[in-house]
Antibody, heavy 117, light 108 residues
Framework: QVHLVQSGAEVKKPGASVKVSCKASGYIFSNYGISWVRQAPGQGLEWMGWITAYNGNTKYAQHLQDRVTMTTDTSTTTAYMELRSLRSDDTAVYYC??????????WGQGTLVTVSS | EIVLTQSPGTLSLSPGERATLSCRASQSVFNNYLAWYQQKPGQAPRLLIYGPSSRATGIPDRFSGSGSGTDFTLTISRLEPEDFAVYYCQQYASSWYTFGQGTKLEIK
């Protein structure tokens, strides 16, 4: 059974960085990618980027590419998303999802990141 | 970037009625690589339809997807109480995926 378990909620100050983890189990980690999607309070879904687990290739949304880094650790089947220079409008629930050629059938539970002074 | 525009923003219907949700792309979606998701409050999205008419595992057959090129439709044939939620389309034709802004399906 596929599971994606994310790290816990974070509170950060403006200008800081946050790193969210996503532990995958129940499938061959290197056979799929991981997408990251965020959702600001009361808003829609925003795709942030994806990473292929087997070789670490990445694609980032253009408006985030200067501040985001996605990585994977195949030894622990864990994906990470780091967002730097946090602003108040980065406050959102951050989701990881297993990328199966562009569709996302499995999602993590979400991680709330709050940016506040 | 492919921009997806969903309509209507909110759809008010009663259980048992038919729902038709639209997703229009700013340019043709290669291979009709378009998916639909359902999201309920406090939950992660759930994949319903992909490609654009294949149902994901476990999705009831009252959900169907259609369309090609730039115009896509999600149809729910007979609404059940658990279908009232927000629905998003997503394209994966481009390496830079995008979501529509969502359609809220509410009980009339």
């Amino acid at each position: 059974q596929v599971h994606l378990v994310q790290s816990g909620a974070e509170v950060k100050k403006p200008g800081a960085s946050v790193k969210v983890s996503c532990k995958a189990s129940g499938y061959i980690f290197s056979n799929y990618g991981i997408s990251w999607v965020r959702q600001a309070p009361g808003q829609g879904l925003e795709w942030m980027g994806w990473i292929t687990a087997y070789n670490g290739n990445t694609k980032y949304a253009q408006h985030l590419q200067d501040r985001v880094t996605m990585t994977t650790d195949t030894s622990t089947t864990t994906a990470y998303m780091e967002l730097r220079s946090l602003r108040s409008d980065d406050t959102a629930v951050y989701y990881c999802a297993r990328d199966g050629s562009g569709t996302h059938a499995y999602w993590g539970q979400g991680t709330l990141v709050t940016v506040s002074s | 970037e492919i921009v997806l525009t969903q309509s209507p923003g909110t759809l008010s219907l009663s259980p048992g009625e038919r729902a038709t949700l639209s997703c229009r792309a700013s340019q043709s979606v290669f291979n009709n690589y378009l998916a639909w998701y359902q999201q309920k409050p406090g939950q992660a999205p759930r994949l319903l339809i992909y490609g654009p008419s294949s149902r994901a595992t476990g999705i009831p057959d009252r959900f169907s997807g259609s369309g090609s090129g730039t115009d896509f439709t999600l149809t729910i044939s007979r609404l059940e109480p658990e279908d009232f939620a927000v629905y998003y389309c997503q394209q994966y034709a481009s390496s830079w995926y995008t979501f529509g802004q969502g359609t809220k399906l509410e009980i009339k």
